[in-house]
C-alpha cells in the first residue's frame, strides 16, 4: 500500500523503510481487501504516499499517520513530507447498537435502514463525520480539515508535527509557565476558551458534540482542537440537551480537576444555549 506515492518511479531508503511500516500496519491491523483499495486509490491520486505508524486504535475506528512525500523530479530527491491523518472506521464492529441511539432522530439520516449492514452502517458513520466537521471549519473552528472520504476510510489535515507526531490530546497536556499562578491563569483560558468553542459549535454549527472530554481535544501553543464529531447530533435530535448537559459536566470535572474555579453548570448551560 506505500507503492506508487511519488508517481515519478523513485524508491528511497526512506520509502522503502516506509512502506515496510505501512506492510506491517495491515497485517497487525488486518484491514481487509476493500478498505486496503480505498487506500491504494488514494496513493495513486497522490493524497498520501502511504499508511505509516498507526497514531491510536479504537474500538471503532484507527487512526493513522499518511505522509505525502514531495520530490523533486529532475534531482531525483525527496523534497519534503506533508502528513495527513487518516480515520479508518472498523467494519467488523459490535457497537452499533450503542451508536443506534445517536442517529435516532435525527433528519439528516433518517430512513437509512442500515441496521444488519455493518458496511453500510459505518460509511454512514464515516460520512458524519465528514459532513461535521465541513460544518466546524465552515464556522472557523479549530479542528482538522476533512480532505477526502472514501466509505470508511477519512483523510483529514494531520494535527501535528512535520515528523508525523501528533498534537497531544488535552488530557495529556502538562502546561509550563513560570510559576503555579501563570499555569493556574493558563488552565482557567483554556477552560473560557473551551465554552466558546462549545458555544459557537451550538450557535454557529448547530451541533452539540456529544463526545466531549479531555480525550476529543488536541493542545498546541494555547489552542484547542476538537476532534472526534462523529457521534455529534444536530438540534434536532431528541436528547440534543441531555448529551450538551453531558458535555458540558465532562469539561467542567476535567478543569475543576485542574484547578480552575468552573462555573455552575446551568450557567454554562445557559451561556452555551443563550
Ligand atoms: P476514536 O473514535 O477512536 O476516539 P478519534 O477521532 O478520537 O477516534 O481519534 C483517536 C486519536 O487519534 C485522537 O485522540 C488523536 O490522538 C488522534 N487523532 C485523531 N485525529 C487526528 C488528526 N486529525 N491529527 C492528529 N491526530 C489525530
Ligand atoms: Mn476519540
Request: charged share 30%; aromatic share 10%; proline share 2%.
Amino acid at each position: 500500500i506505500a507503492d506508487g506515492g511519488s508517481g515519478t518511479g523513485h524508491k528511497d531508503n526512506k520509502t522503502h523503510q516506509g512502506r515496510e511500516k505501512a506492510d506491517r500496519a495491515t497485517r497487525d491491523q488486518v484491514l481487509d481487501q476493500r478498505t486496503e483499495a480505498i487506500i491504494d486509490h488514494m496513493v495513486r491520486k497522490e493524497l498520501i504516499s502511504e499508511l505509516q505508524g498507526v497514531i491510536s486504535t479504537g474500538k471503532e475506528a484507527n487512526v493513522y499517520a499518511a505522509p505525502l512525500y514531495t520530490y523533486d523530479d529532475e534531482a531525483g530527491t525527496q523534497t519534503g513530507t506533508h502528513y495527513r491523518a487518516a480515520k479508518i472506521y472498523k467494519t467488523s464492529i459490535l457497537s452499533f447498537v450503542d451508536r443506534e441511539r445517536y442517529i435516532t432522530g435525527e433528519h439528516r439520516f433518517r430512513g437509512g435502514g442500515h441496521k444488519g449492514n455493518n458496511r453500510k452502517m459505518v460509511k454512514k458513520w464515516a460520512e458524519k463525520e465528514f459532513r461535521n466537521l465541513q460544518r466546524l471549519n465552515r464556522a472557523g473552528l479549530a479542528c482538522p480539515y476533512p480532505i477526502q472520504l472514501k466509505a470508511n476510510v477519512l483523510l483529514m489535515e494531520f494535527l501535528g508535527d512535520n515528523e508525523g507526531h501528533a498534537y497531544p490530546r488535552l488530557r495529556d497536556v502538562e502546561l509550563e509557565g513560570v510559576d503555579d499562578a501563570d499555569i493556574a491563569q493558563q488552565w482557567r483560558s483554556l477552560y473560557i476558551q473551551l465554552l466558546g468553542l462549545v458555544q459557537r459549535l451550538y450557535q454557529v454549527c448547530r451541533l452539540v458534540h456529544a463526545d466531549l472530554s479531555e480525550y476529543n481535544i488536541l493542545y498546541h501553543e494555547r489552542v484547542l482542537y476538537i476532534i472526534d464529531v462523529s457521534q455529534s447530533v444536530g438540534h434536532d435530535h431528541p436528547q440534543t440537551f441531555d448529551f450538551l448537559r453531558m458535555d458540558l459536566h465532562n469539561v467542567g470535572a476535567f478543569f475543576r480537576r485542574k484547578g480552575v474555579d468552573t462555573l455552575r453548570d446551568r450557567t454554562v448551560f445557559e451561556f452555551v444555549t443563550a
